[in-house]
């Protein structure tokens, strides 16, 4: 029996921008299977009825970047020096906390987090990763998942020269887990992976055909962590070293210039923006309005909760449009539906998911939220995307698919 | 009878920022009779007993600047340069729309938006006022409620040569409300307003012993509209005007340097920084972290509807938090408990009211909220005032006093 979802602003996000005032969406079995007006989608009968009240039906939001089971770490230290804040909090909290079960039992809490805040998608990187992974299927979430590359001793990689075979090792054995979580091989950084490291995941990545993520060009002083550069960027190096192309995720891109822009561009890579995380870490502000006009596929992410410290994409909506706004001294920059853009189609894009998820079109996946607009903050609504980007708390989101699947009901999980 | 607030962490901000793990408030009438430990406030029973479910009791938070009535234009024209957006939008929308029943209207529709924020005191200036203020204090949120002057016809004031004197006459008035109302003139800026105006407004402030409220250095081009200028900064203009005392408050204070902010502190001025409207209307970046450090009174401030678009200073903390870390390149500055002063104690203490408002100690007012921590984003707590600035939504308020009465309970207003 289908579901029908009634009675709502549709806004689609499709490349028209589709948005139907008196909209409903049609989901059979895990895929959209109509949408439009009442009418359109009307017919034969529903055996799950949804109503909107009113509010707004859309996809569900993609957090392009993140680390599930630092949840853990949620406020242990904040307001620090970036060293003081990893050498003496995280990285020793992390050799004495991150485990099996703690992976587990983290990721299944954000992935709850993230579902009550709408967010459908996530894509995260970690170390036990198929112990995260196999929580994030058992909480309902889609997700890339990705299993940490470091050249260090790390969580379950006690043998850095082991990075390599864990990650195609966990690749193999998540593949099994779902249709809903896609495997990936996460390469911390080029600071903390060599280049040899670097093109060896990206092969291994390749030859399983599943996403490339990184973090690229967080810090100014980057570049002086990396030995092999010779002046060179550090987008030029990982060129360089042959790992750019439409399967690799460029996190973070904050210290990046035209020629970089220009090089990503060509590549086709995806970007992932880290507002907020950039900002408590006094990381710097990535030049993300040059690089959507260079045409490059860049979503939103939350980054873990270590370093932000939610997963809340409303929020991080927010403050990318007004951080961009002030930086640039242009109330125009990142307008309210190019943000909505970055956190659904265009994130989804740059984890190369998007014709599947992402906006609301027939033959997508089932991935929609219900946003309720009846409190007092979302009232007037002269305009559907400044609400929902200037307005709307995660909170407000009242309903939650993924696959077809109702996991949040009347803004309480299932 | 007693109100009792038990089994919370009592986070009071008072001068020892006192936090109580298994804290509880008692109430006397408007007042705040005891603090401290559950045992400490035990003792005769209590008419209302509020089990705060392990969540956070705190003051109430102060939103040092808005412009309530504007709610009715939020989401009505964003992301557009500021002339279009004033000129084009919303001085036409103010002149056909702004009358006393809709100041009366949507007024209580944004104190009903901050109060389930937990906002139980807001700092307002507009037009109409008196209509303002009597919503205010039929919803029960305690204010300080300005009449607007401007050396324009404006909503209610038709011939501004009477803009002095219908500020007079509203503050008359507007004193016999209620001891939560307190009447103030708003002068609009130092660019709409003369010299001549600014000084008999701030007289018959004086006069009249009121807050005095201006927006000062919003914006970059302001020198350039104010003709008497001469070569001083805006500050310096004002202090030779005379209109500058611990009973003026100056809101943004945007484009103020060293000299300015001296001149500030030592006058004993309060500032108000809103840090959303300032991103969303690209007007530029308060040099907060060093107002704080030469002294100054500085509170937070959501602005009016039309340019944020909410009433949520969790919000606003968070922002500031994180913008000043980032324009610094030092994630130590603005830290959670100086974030949280700005939204309690020192936005009372920039309008005037910290020896009543603004934190939990006996003989305040009892302006009370409880926040939730049951939600997976805001566990774990490793600490509390991190959970509150980088966590907690506004949502999670689910309870509200303002002067001893309940206002809003589990999440609802009463």
């Keep these: 029996?289908?579901?029908?979802?009634?009675?709502?602003?549709?806004?689609?996000?499709?490349?028209?921008?589709?948005?139907?005032?008196?909209?409903?969406?049609?989901?059979?079995?895990?895929?959209?299977?109509?949408?439009?007006?009442?009418?359109?989608?009307?017919?034969?009968?529903?055996?799950?009825l949804i109503d909107a009240r009113g509010g707004i039906i859309m996809p569900g939001l993609v957090n392009g970047h993140t680390h599930t089971p630092m949840s853990m770490f949620r406020g242990l230290a904040d307001d620090l020096p970036l060293d003081k804040w990893l050498n003496e909090h995280i990285f020793p909290a992390e050799a004495s906390q991150v485990n099996p079960g703690s992976v587990s039992k983290w990721t299944a809490h954000s992935c709850r987090e993230m579902l009550l805040a709408g967010i459908t998608t996530c894509c995260d990187g970690y170390f036990h990763e198929i112990h995260a992974a196999r929580a994030m299927v058992d909480t309902g979430i889609r997700a890339v998942a990705g299993q940490g590359v470091i050249d260090f001793p790390a969580p379950g990689v006690g043998d850095p020269g082991q990075n390599i075979a864990s990650a195609v090792a966990y690749v193999?054995?998540?593949?099994?887990?779902?249709?809903?979580?896609?495997?990936s091989i996460f390469c911390h950084s080029p600071y903390t992976c060599s280049g040899?490291?670097?093109?060896?995941?990206?092969?291994?990545?390749?030859?399983?055909?599943?996403?490339?993520?990184?973090?690229?060009?967080?810090?100014?002083?980057?570049?002086?962590?990396?030995?092999?550069?010779?002046?060179?960027?550090?987008?030029?190096?990982?060129?360089d070293l042959g790992i750019l192309d439409a399967s690799t995720l460029l996190v973070h891109c904050v210290w990046v210039d035209e020629a970089d822009m220009k090089i990503i561009g060509k590549r086709g890579c995806g970007v992932i923006h880290c507002p907020e995380s950039n900002m408590k870490l006094a990381s710097g502000i990535a030049p993300v309005p040059e690089m959507l006009a260079a045409?490059?596929?860049?979503?939103?992410?939350?980054?873990?909760?270590?370093?932000?410290?939610?997963?809340d994409?409303?929020?991080?909506?927010?403050?990318?449009?007004?951080?961009?706004?002030?930086?640039?001294?242009?109330?125009?920059?990142m307008d309210?539906?190019?943000?909505?853009?970055?956190?659904t189609i265009d994130g989804a894009r740059a984890i190369g998911l998007d014709r599947r998820i992402g906006s609301i079109s027939p033959g997508k996946l089932a991935d929609i939220i219900v946003v309720d607009t009846g409190k007092p903050h979302m009232i007037p609504m002269h305009n559907v995307y400044s609400g929902l980007v200037y307005a709307a708390k995660s909170s407000d989101v009242s309903w939650v698919l993924v696959d077809g699947i109702v996991r949040v009901k009347a803004g309480e999980l299932v």
């Design 313 to 333: 994409l409303f929020a991080e909506m927010d403050t990318a449009a007004k951080l961009h706004k002030v930086v640039a001294m242009d109330p125009c920059v």
């Design 336 to 343: 309210a539906v190019t943000c909505l853009k970055m956190a």
């Design 196 to 239: 040899k490291t670097l093109k060896a995941a990206k092969e291994a990545a390749r030859d399983a055909g599943v996403l490339f993520q990184v973090h690229v060009s967080e810090s100014r002083g980057e570049p002086e962590m990396i030995p092999g550069l010779n002046g060179r960027s550090v987008v030029a190096y990982l060129d």
């Design 295 to 311: 045409g490059i596929a860049a979503g939103l992410g939350t980054d873990g909760c270590a370093s932000n410290n939610d997963h």
């Design 1 to 48: 029996m289908d579901i029908l979802i009634y009675n709502g602003v549709l806004v689609t996000m499709d490349d028209d921008l589709t948005v139907v005032e008196d909209g409903a969406v049609r989901i059979r079995d895990n895929e959209i299977l109509s949408c439009g007006t009442m009418d359109d989608v009307a017919g034969t009968e529903a055996g799950i």
């Design 172 to 183: 193999n054995e998540a593949k099994k887990l779902s249709s809903r979580l896609m495997p």
